[in-house]
């Protein structure tokens, strides 16, 4: 097999196999930036200027390659797809943990089958079981909830803060003496202010588990999200920023917590593979799950990974120039960002005086193409019935049998500063191919809404 193979769609054409990757990740990540322009009616029934065709896409799928193929095809040709043996000498994975753990400037990564398998791994890393509390954010993905259910703690809610992550107040509100760790989840390209976050864990003995998943590549004060608490965690699902479709890994630099995350995505057994890395083992074995990661993924990884940097220049180039060019703006207050150079530019963030002028305002921009919504990609648990019922997958689950567990009430009355930061933000999604004309338009549709509206 070689990449000069002409491959036919449709009997339309013959293009190569290169050819035909960039267009179907066009085609599937129904990103057309810059390929046409759409003209709507002005005020007065006269043309308007073109708009510019935006569709943030997906971001890892726009920078698929020959790197990515290559990749694939040496796995295939080797006949090797499991990471540990197979008639070749299987190295995707464990280079892709080698390069990530130090790109990341970590000790360790473990390559894993999704982020919620990497949130699992590292909360059994940090030995979290029943009895203990985990103070999550009240707006946040699932797996953060469930990775805490899972292991039979009991889940407590802090609010977040206008950094749209965990106010550090709150956080330190909900410690209470079975409090065993916190998740800063980093969300929406944007960071958790971890100085202050980072001081009250110290202060109080609580472990800081890093959930990355959505802001793969930020930093904060020039170190890499992942490496500042104790444990870090990153998706590889599509809508995240480099992807093999689904995956996960897990950065430590604790060789305690790496054997334990590398035991319990292993059936609880060790590997001589973690050992060389992290030392003798320092725990038997306990009963895990299978969370390994194939070589298939890990191909894709490596070669992603190789272009980390390029899609984060890319995006925080397009999310820098619209914020410059809104900041201005009275009666709008951007997303306060504690390190905005360390951002990755998923979207750009700003909030309105109420949530009718938040929709009126999201409303007008949609109308002009511009990709507005509210907040998306999370859950504003405390309110979702099944949590607020504190459902489980067995009525005698440890997490809220407990007298604490029993006790802790959900819903509203939980998070409603939370519920409050939600209805007056807006999100205006970043493409990294967005061009200095879609950036420009983005700028000039925000500022004419904006006047229409105060
Ligand atoms: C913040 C956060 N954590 C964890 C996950 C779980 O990742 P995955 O979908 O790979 O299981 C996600 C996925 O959307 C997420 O957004």
């Known amino acids: 097999m070689t990449t000069q193979n002409a491959t036919k769609i449709e009997g339309k054409q013959n293009l190569t196999r290169r050819q035909f990757l960039s267009t179907s990740c066009m085609t599937l990540s129904g990103t057309a930036v810059g390929l046409g322009t759409q003209r709507l009616l002005g005020r007065e029934g006269t043309t308007a200027p073109p708009i510019p065709n935006i ?3 997906y971001i890892g799928p726009q920078f698929f390659d020959e790197r990515e193929e290559q990749a694939l095809l040496e796995v295939l040709e080797s006949g090797s797809p499991f990471r540990y043996w197979g008639p070749g000498k299987p190295t995707k994975v464990l280079h892709f943990e ?11 990564a473990l390559g894993v089958t999704s982020g919620t398998a990497a949130l699992d791994c590292a909360v059994a890393g940090l030995g979290i079981g029943p009895g203990d509390e985990v103070i ?6 699932w797996s953060d909830y469930t990775c805490v259910v899972n292991a039979g703690a009991l889940p407590v809610f802090a609010d977040i803060d206008r950094t749209l992550n965990i106010d550090p107040r709150d956080f330190e509100r909900k410690i209470t003496p079975r409090t065993k760790a916190v998740i800063a989840v980093h969300l929406l390209g944007g960071l958790c202010d971890m100085d202050p976050i980072m001081g009250i864990a110290r202060k109080k003995g609580v472990a800081v588990l890093e959930d990355c998943a959505q802001c793969v590549g930020g930093s904060y004060r020039g170190k890499k999200l992942g490496s500042i608490g104790d444990v870090g965690i990153y998706s590889f699902q599509i809508n995240k920023l480099m992807t093999s479709g689904e995956g996960g890994a897990v950065v430590t630099s604790d060789p305690l917590i790496y054997e334990r995350a590398a035991r319990f995505h292993d059936m609880g057994t060790i590997r001589r593979v973690f050992t060389d890395r992290s030392g ?4 038997q074995t306990f009963a895990g799950e299978n969370f390994r990661m194939s070589e298939l993924t ?3 990884l490596g070669a992603q990974l190789t272009k980390l940097d390029l899609m984060l220049t890319q995006l925080r180039g397009n999310a820098g ?11 709008i207050r951007l997303r306060h960002r504690p390190d905005p150079d360390g951002d990755i530019g998923y979207g750009v963030y700003f909030e309105m005086k109420d949530k009718t002028m938040r929709d009126r305002c999201i409303r ?3 109308k002009r193409k511009v990709p507005a919504s509210t907040l998306s990609g999370s859950v504003l648990l405390p309110i979702h019935e099944s949590v607020i019922n504190k459902r489980t997958r067995h009525p005698d689950w440890p997490s809220f049998n407990s007298t604490e567990g029993k006790k802790i009430k959900y819903g509203p009355d939980s998070c409603r500063q939370t519920l409050g930061i939600f209805d007056r933000f807006v999100q205006i999604r970043i493409g990294p191919k967005y061009t200095e004309r879609i950036n420009n338009y983005i700028v000039d549709t925000i500022r004419r809404v904006h006047q229409d509206l105060v």
């Open 136 to 141: 999550i954010p009240a707006y946040t993905w």
């Open 55 to 57: 569709n943030p896409g």
């Open 321 to 331: 120039s619209i914020y410059d060019g809104i900041k201005d703006l009275a009666g």
């Open 298 to 300: 890990g191909a894709v």
């Open 364 to 366: 007008e921009l949609r």
């Open 98 to 108: 080698e390069k990530f753990a130090e790109h990341m400037g970590t000790h360790f």
């Open 280 to 283: 003798p083992s320092r725990v």
